[in-house]
T-cell receptor
Framework: GQQLNQSPQSMFIQEGEDVSMNCTSS?????WLWYKQEPGEGPVLLIA?????ELTSNGRLTAQFGITRKDSFLNISASIPSDVGIYFC?????????????FGKGTKLSVKP | EAQVTQNPRYLITVTGKKLTVTCSQN?????MSWYRQDPGLGLRQIYY???????DKGDVPEGYKVSRKEKRNFPLILESPSPNQTSLYFC????????????FGPGTRLTVT
């Protein structure tokens, strides 16, 4: 099946640093989404991207839908301890069934105060 | 409060004993979906439902059944659970299958011995 390659797998950063993570695929995607999951909870949607080239911000978070439609990245600026969690990219690939979402394996973020 | 609820939250069972995990949403969402989350594998879609009486297989449907007789409920059925179905399960819903702003439930941790 379709796969999303998400990197890095984990990050250990100092509070205040900027963070960047990305997701790539060999297939074209129609939609890219970024979720955050905190321990013991379900994922929460952070940003949704629907057009190639789209750049969207949500507070200190910025995500972009790659021009080739095969990748997306998420940046977090000036990280704080509450940014800790697992970040997942997800998407619906071109030619896939409507409603069928593919998730990356996640980037685990740790922030040292 | 708008939410997705799952029951039970934790379940330990034995191989072959049929079980049902319930999922309910109070947001009048058309779309509902089940995922399993395993370490290192991220979230994988099991089944999804675009609307009442309409269900489709996700990426890992083997060994699972679902039904969507009412808009608010989407139970996940394991007719004959096996140890490889030990996992963390999430139910999610969104307004429609064309909107990817999915709300996730709190998760059900299932152990099959």
């Amino acid at each position: 099946g379709q796969q999303l390659n998400q990197s890095p797998q984990s990050m250990f950063i100092q509070e205040g640093e900027d963070v960047s993570m990305n997701c790539t695929s060999s297939s074209i995607f129609n939609t890219w989404l970024w979720y955050k999951q905190e321990p013991g909870e379900g994922p929460v949607l952070l940003i949704a991207l629907y057009k190639a080239g789209e750049l969207t911000s949500n507070g200190r978070l910025t995500a972009q839908f790659g021009i080739t439609r095969k990748d997306s990245f998420l940046n977090i600026s000036a990280s704080i301890p509450s940014d800790v969690g697992i970040y997942f990219c997800a998407g619906q690939y071109y030619g896939g069934s409507q409603g069928n979402l593919i998730f990356g394996k996640g980037t685990k973020l740790s922030v040292k105060p | 409060e708008a939410q997705v609820t799952q029951n039970p939250r934790y379940l330990i069972t034995v191989t072959g004993k049929k079980l049902t995990v319930t999922c309910s949403q109070n947001m009048n969402h058309e779309y509902m979906s089940w995922y399993r989350q395993d370490p290192g594998l991220g979230l994988r879609q099991i089944y999804y439902s675009m609307n009442v009486e309409v269900t489709d297989k996700g990426d890992v449907p083997e060994g699972y059944k679902v039904s969507r007789k009412e808009k608010r409920n989407f139970p996940l059925i394991l007719e004959s659970p096996s140890p490889n179905q030990t996992s963390l399960y999430f139910c999610a819903s969104s307004l429609t299958g064309y909107s990817y702003e999915q709300y996730f439930g709190p998760g059900t941790r299932l152990t099959v011995t």
